[in-house]
C-alpha cells in the first residue's frame, strides 16, 4: 500500500570554497529562464486524472533508463573519458582558499538580483493541472538560430531537429551557419519522450549572451511522434558527459572548460502553476529562488545526478529501505517513479489501483492532507501535496491518484529510482561539479 535559523546567505559560491568577496549582484548574468508547458489535453470532465499522460510517462521512464542506467550503477559508462573531476579540481577548487567553506555558515542577507535576470513569457498548456515541462531558450549557429530546449538533468546530449526531420517544428540548419562544422557521426539517443536519429555536427551555441564555441551535438533527421506533442525544439541534458551518446561534453562542460563560467555548478527554479517564473542559473545560485540554506549530498556516480535515499517519510513516520536506492534527480521527468519492492509506504486508506490504471499505481482518499517526504541524509524532503494529488480517480470521486509509481521488478533496478519535477518544485535544486559532484537542495519560495 502506498504508503530546513539561518538569514538567508546570499550566493552559491560560499558553498564551493570561494571567497564571498568574488560573489556579488553584478555576477548573477548566465541565467536563462525556463518556461513549462504541459501536453495538449484538458482537465477532464468524467474524471480528474489523465490516466494516459501518467502510463505514457511511466513507459518513457523505462525507456530513458534502461539503455545505460543498469551499467551506470555499476560504474561503466559509455565516455567515461569525459569525466571533469580532475579539470574541476584543477581550474576551481585549487585556486580558492581551502578555509572558506565555513563562509555558509555566516548570516547574510538577502539581495536584489532581478535586475541582471534574463525573463521571458510562455505558454503553460495544463494536464489536470499538472506541470509537464519545462523548457528555455537557445541559439544555434552564426548568425544564431533560435530554439527552444527541454532542460533535462536526465541526459547528457544536445540535439536539435534538421529541416530534414519532418517536423512542424523550428529547426536547425547548418547551411545557414558559418560556422558550422559537419562530424558526419551517427547519432540516436532514447529519452523519456521518443528516440531521436541522426549525426554529429560542432557549431557555436549561445546561451543567454555567452558563446559556447565548437559545441558538439546530435543534428537530427528522424525523430518519433512524441516529440510532436510538446512544444521543445529540442533537448538540453544536463546531466554529466560520462552518459553522453555522442561521446561529447555537455553544453555546460564546454562552457567549464572554455572559461565560460565563474563557479562549476547550475540550479534550477521550477515554479509551481504559473506560466512564467522558471529559471535556470548557469554558474551560479540565484538567492531569490530559495529562502534558507542548501543541503548538500554527494552523487554516488559522475553519470547521472544521483544521490543515495533511504526511505520514505509518512506524516512524520519514517520508513527505511531494506538497501539504499540511488535516485537520479532529473528535471526532465514529471512524476516519482521507484522499484517495485519500494514503493509500499502507508497513507491511511490508499489502495492498489493496478486492476483499474495499471501496474505501479495507487489512489489515496482525496481529502488526505498527509505530508509525504523523502529521506536524504537524515533529513526529510517533503513533496507539496497539490504536486503528489495526480488528480480525482474516474471511478470512485472520493480517491486520488498519488504522485508515486512502482516500477516493475522483472525490468527495473532494484536500487534506482527516479525523482522529477513533482518533488523538484518544492526545492530549489543545485547540481554541482565541485566535491566530487553534489546536489544540493534549498527550500523554494513556491512553498511560501
Known amino acids: 500500500m502506498m504508503k530546513v535559523a539561518l538569514a538567508f546567505f546570499i550566493v552559491f559560491c560560499a558553498t564551493l570554497l570561494i571567497p564571498l568577496t568574488h560573489c556579488?549582484?553584478?555576477?548573477?548574468?548566465?541565467?536563462?529562464?525556463?518556461s513549462r508547458r504541459s501536453s495538449q489535453s484538458k482537465r477532464g470532465l468524467a474524471g480528474d486524472f489523465d490516466v494516459s499522460v501518467a502510463r505514457y510517462e511511466q513507459q518513457s521512464v523505462y525507456q530513458k533508463y534502461l539503455t545505460v542506467a543498469p551499467e551506470a550503477l555499476h560504474g561503466i559508462f559509455p565516455a567515461p573519458?569525459?569525466?571533469?573531476?580532475?579539470f574541476v579540481q584543477s581550474n576551481y577548487v585549487n585556486e580558492v582558499k581551502p578555509d572558506t567553506d565555513s563562509i555558509m555558515?555566516?548570516?547574510?542577507?538577502?539581495?536584489?538580483v532581478s535586475d541582471v535576470l534574463l525573463t521571458m513569457g510562455m505558454t503553460d498548456m495544463i494536464v489536470n493541472d499538472v506541470d509537464m515541462l519545462y523548457y528555455g531558450d537557445l541559439a544555434i549557429g552564426t548568425p544564431g538560430q533560435g530554439l527552444t530546449f527541454d532542460v533535462d538533468t536526465g541526459s547528457a546530449d544536445l540535439w536539435v531537429p534538421s529541416p530534414w526531420c519532418g517536423s512542424s517544428k523550428n529547426h536547425y540548419d547548418g547551411s545557414q551557419s558559418s560556422t558550422y562544422v559537419d562530424q558526419d557521426r551517427r547519432f540516436a539517443v532514447s529519452y523519456g519522450s521518443g528516440t531521436v536519429y541522426g549525426t554529429t555536427a560542432s557549431d557555436t551555441v549561445s546561451i543567454a549572451g555567452t558563446a559556447v564555441l565548437n559545441q558538439t551535438f546530435g543534428v537530427v533527421y528522424r525523430e518519433s511522434q512524441d516529440f510532436q506533442e510538446y512544444p521543445n525544439d529540442?533537448?538540453?541534458?544536463?546531466?554529466?558527459?560520462?552518459?553522453?551518446?555522442?561521446?561529447?561534453?555537455?553544453?555546460?562542460?564546454?562552457?567549464?572548460?572554455?572559461?565560460?563560467?565563474?563557479?562549476p555548478c547550475f540550479s534550477i527554479h521550477l515554479a509551481r502553476g504559473q506560466e512564467t517564473g522558471s529559471e535556470m542559473c548557469w554558474g551560479c545560485f540565484d538567492p531569490t529562488k530559495a529562502t534558507g540554506p542548501i543541503s548538500w549530498f554527494p552523487v554516488s556516480h559522475r553519470a547521472y545526478w544521483s544521490i543515495p535515499m533511504s526511505g520514505f517519510d509518512v506524516a512524520g513516520e519514517r520508513t527505511t529501505f531494506d538497501e539504499v536506492i540511488i535516485s537520479a534527480i532529473d528535471t526532465g521527468t514529471t512524476f516519482c517513479y521507484f522499484p517495485e519492492t519500494s514503493a509500499t509506504f502507508q497513507i491511511p486508506g490508499s489502495k492498489d489501483a493496478s486492476t483499474t490504471y495499471g501496474s505501479g499505481f495507487y489512489t489515496y482518499p482525496c481529502i488526505s492532507k498527509v505530508e509525504i517526504g523523502f529521506l536524504f541524509g537524515d533529513s526529510t524532503f517533503k513533496l507539496h501535496p497539490d504536486d503528489f494529488n495526480l488528480g480525482m480517480s474516474m471511478y470512485n470521486p472520493a480517491e486520488c491518484i498519488g504522485g508515486i509509481f512502482a516500477m516493475n521488478?522483472?525490468?527495473?533496478?532494484?536500487?534506482?529510482?527516479?525523482?522529477?519535477?513533482?518533488?523538484?518544485?518544492?526545492?530549489?535544486?543545485?547540481?554541482?561539479y565541485s566535491n566530487g559532484g553534489r546536489v544540493g537542495f534549498a527550500p523554494s519560495v513556491n512553498n511560501q
Open 24 to 34: 556579488y549582484p553584478g555576477e548573477f548574468t548566465n541565467v536563462i529562464p525556463i
Open 105 to 112: 555558515e555566516q548570516a547574510i542577507g538577502p539581495v536584489d
Open 81 to 86: 573519458e569525459n569525466d571533469m573531476e580532475d
Open 234 to 263: 529540442g533537448i538540453l541534458g544536463m546531466a554529466f558527459g560520462t552518459i553522453a551518446q555522442s561521446r561529447s561534453s555537455t553544453v555546460f562542460e564546454t562552457m567549464m572548460k572554455q572559461g565560460k563560467l565563474k563557479w
Open 409 to 432: 521488478a522483472a525490468q527495473w533496478p532494484t536500487n534506482l529510482a527516479i525523482i522529477g519535477d513533482e518533488f523538484l518544485k518544492s526545492w530549489y535544486s543545485v547540481y554541482d
